[in-house]
């Protein structure tokens, strides 16, 4: 990587640029490489056609959270609640879906569920400036209980098979949960670097003051994020009520934490609201590559946290690194 | 806001600390939850009852003390449920082959130190946001339990080992009397040592204690210890209790203890709170949920009154205090 491109007139963009953004580029590069040479190596069947599709499709779930999440840590936030949140809407909209056949209606009230709890960590967040990460803990054990009492404990099961299909089905001969993932991927993309609401995304990681005094309503912002991420844990929830062909009142616990760690393993930086949608892709794909692998060596779901936990606490050291070089 | 809590001036009707302030309001707030059970269940106000609630308080006041010092720095420590998870599970283990109490307890007590000093060191070490490097850590240590318990139980512990978490002496549970001893210490390393004022101070301010000579780093590698610590001795008692060992014990713990340490009055902005004010919101989050089994509530409604609890209590926070 050249100096040069780095010292270039693309620094002093208000959106940073791809060849400023060039620079965090080899940081989740390199993972992603390592990871795929080293389980091509090691992990039987890794490399077949088969496998690399299946990898697109498990980690789709996992883009439609990390995306707005990457959004959430760019203003200096956090949404813990939402793994949670998308047990509950998935939980919410099983009932719905099996009492009314209605795959519409099902996904309303998915929407719906995810976008109230995230209205109300924005809320928390931007109208009683309560710490992003309490505040969403709050919510936390607020979705999980609901999650609880609304399936009284249980699996909620008869999903109808039209249902089903939106994750096993494909159109066109692409599967249809990689095509959901790749038009939120777009959607994303334009609206964090083509749109106002992306640049007021953007400066809420720096100085508030300097937005206030710019007339700039940054709370409405900051509330719009923290909807935004409820209604993609609703989307992604029916993805994944259609995927375990339940709901699940603790299927998706702990989905908040992959979401954390692709987003920091792409480059998103904690303390100075830096974040890349393109790096985000690629920490959700390495993420995915590392649970596949892993998977096919035979090491247990629970010994794969732990590795995603160790990478993510590398991630940050070389975020820290940078941050002082800086 | 003074952090060194003076007792209650003598001078009759005048100053009195803001800090003995908070904890009497608390102490009201428990004082009417108290009230308000007793005219709801004829079962609350037995004497059973009641050495249930300070026992079931006990467990959570001894994660909430080691917060409390690491809230009291700015900081926040996510890890502490899954830490009793692996303290207690590798205890089990030890006590189970060895046959020998003292050395499962050693074993558990380590366990957490070494936790909490590994948070301390990626804090202050890498420069990672407490609550980051506190929830990755969370998950690994929840990996690593649930790999190595690989989902069985370790059961049947000596009876003398028991006793921790179940005997009595003198019609008191003896968790009762390690809650005691643990907040006198609490409150004498927080308010009588130089240690503790340093870690008011460097909550409070860190640029300045760090100016004024304050080893800011090893402060906060101590305080993460003790936190983790005090999850080694959850973890003992929990396991004496229970009698069992299994991967999720002592998940369900963390938001009850961050929530504890708030409704204790003590700042998510560091500097401002008390021990004893944590021993007060410890009860007080006991009686509620005490209180709501005793009116046969779903237990699944526990984590959402303790979830909005808690981000009451920290909205209180910020209200008063934009207020004064």
């Known amino acids: ?326 | 806001m003074s952090s060194a809590s003076a007792p209650a001036a003598s001078a009759p009707g005048v100053h009195v600390s803001e800090d003995v302030l908070q904890v009497v309001y608390r102490l009201a707030a428990a004082g009417l939850i108290c009230l308000a059970l007793t005219m709801l269940s004829e079962n609350f106000a037995q004497v059973g009852n009641l050495l249930n609630v300070l026992r079931q308080a006990s467990l959570l006041f001894f994660l909430a003390s080691g917060l409390t010092l690491v809230v009291l720095t700015g900081g926040l420590d996510l890890s502490v449920g899954a830490n009793i998870g692996l303290s207690a599970c590798l205890a089990a283990t030890a006590i189970k082959s060895t046959g020998s109490p003292m050395l499962g307890t050693l074993v558990g007590l380590g366990t957490g130190s070494l936790v909490g000093l590994a948070n301390g060191l990626m804090v202050t070490g890498l420069r990672i946001p407490s609550f980051i490097a506190t929830y990755g850590m969370l998950w690994v240590l929840h990996g690593i339990t649930y790999y190595y318990m690989a989902g069985d139980t370790i059961h049947g512990f000596p009876a003398g080992f028991r006793q921790v978490g179940s005997g009595y002496v003198l019609g008191v549970p003896i968790p009762v009397y390690l809650m005691v001893v643990v907040l006198a210490a609490g409150m004498v390393f927080a308010q009588r040592t130089i240690w503790g004022q340093q870690i008011y101070a460097l909550g409070a301010n860190p640029v300045s204690a760090r100016l004024s000579g304050i080893p800011v780093g090893r402060r906060l590698v101590l305080v993460y210890t003790l936190s983790g610590a005090m999850a080694g001795v959850a973890s003992i008692v929990f396991l004496a209790r229970l009698n069992s060992a299994e991967g999720d014990i002592g998940e369900a713990m963390t938001l009850p203890a961050i929530a504890a340490v708030l409704i204790g009055g003590t700042s998510l902005f560091g500097g401002v709170g008390t021990m004893f004010g944590t021993f007060v919101g410890a009860l007080i989050l006991t009686l509620v949920l005490n209180g709501m089994n005793l009116l046969s509530v779903n237990a699944n409604w526990q984590p959402i009154v303790t979830g909005v609890i808690l981000v009451a209590a920290v909205w209180l926070d910020l209200a008063t205090r934009k207020r004064s």
């Open chain 1, 1 to 326: 990587m050249s100096e040069a491109v780095l010292a270039g007139p693309a620094a002093e963009r208000p959106h940073p640029g791809l060849a400023w953004r060039a620079k965090t580029v080899p940081g989740v590069a390199v993972v992603l490489g390592l990871l795929i040479g080293l389980f091509a190596v090691f992990a039987p069947g890794f490399a077949s056609p088969g496998n690399v599709s299946n990898i697109l499709v498990q980690s789709t779930i996992l883009l439609l959270l990390a995306l707005p999440m990457t959004l959430v840590i760019m203003t200096e936030g956090l949404d813990l609640s939402m793994g949670a949140v998308v047990t509950v809407a998935s939980v919410a909209l099983a009932l719905t879906v099996v009492s009314t056949q209605s795959l519409g209606l099902g996904l309303g009230v998915g929407l719906l569920v995810g976008a109230a709890f995230g209205l109300a960590n924005g809320a928390l967040v931007a109208g009683l400036s309560i710490p992003p990460f309490v505040a969403t803990l709050g919510t936390l054990g607020v979705a999980q209980g609901l999650a609880l009492v609304l399936s009284d404990g249980q699996s909620v099961v008869g999903i109808p098979r039209h249902v089903r299909e939106l994750y096993s089905g494909s159109l066109l001969g692409l599967p249809i949960p990689v095509l959901i993932a790749a038009a939120a991927y777009l959607a994303f993309h334009v609206l964090l670097y083509w749109t106002r609401f992306g640049t007021y995304v953007v400066a809420l990681g720096g100085n508030r003051d300097a937005l206030t005094l710019a007339g700039v309503r940054w709370k409405r912002v900051l509330v719009g994020v923290y909807v935004l991420c409820g209604a993609m844990a609703g989307l992604a929830a029916l993805l994944m009520t259609a995927r375990i062909n339940a709901g699940h009142p603790t299927a998706a616990i702990g989905l908040e934490f992959d979401a954390i760690a692709a987003a920091a393993l792409g480059g998103t930086s904690f303390d100075r609201g830096n974040g890349w949608i393109f790096g985000t892709l690629l920490g959700v794909i390495a993420v995915g590559v590392l649970r596949n692998g892993l998977n096919l060596m035979a090491v247990p779901s629970s010994a794969q946290v732990a590795c995603i936990g160790l990478l993510v606490i590398l991630a940050l050291f070389i975020d820290g690194l940078r941050s002082r070089r800086a």
